[in-house]
């Protein structure tokens, strides 16, 4: 906290700073904390939005509560979206991602050859199918996080899935949608 009221001069605005600070790390917090699914990460988004809140403060403070509230939760959205930009992050599975107890030896390796075929998907696809369907994110969650229109994203989806039945029909699984 000392760091942020050191980038403000008068006092008042320290003052209006300590309670805006106190009402909006918690929102803040779990938004960060939604996008990075990393608590360190997310404090660091959040740190981040503070100081930039601290350092456009006289333009901030003028916002109405209601613009404000909103305001302060995008700045940490977008930090975000920099930081997960930033990482050039990709989207693999986990080695040990434990899966519901298969049952059978049959089921495990059924499972085993569906995450074989998309990961070797071209990453286009692969990430859009890990965050909807492994994360289970939205599409507007993806879309944010990738940088995508809502409709672009669920395009990806949807090309995606059908990329991945046609290549489980050539591995002989018979897909049936009825």
Known sequence: MLTYLMLLEEDADKARFQQLYERYRGPMYRTALRYLKDEGRAQDAVHDSFVKIALHFQKISALSCMEMGSYIVTIVENRCIEILRKEKRRLDWDEDWDIPAPSGAEDEAGYRRLVALVDSMPETYREVLTLRFVL???????????GLSVGAVNTRISRGRAMLIQRLKEEGYDYDRT
Do not use: D, G, H
Request: without cysteine.
């Open 136 to 146: 289970e994110w939205s599409s507007k969650e993806i879309a944010r996080t990738l």
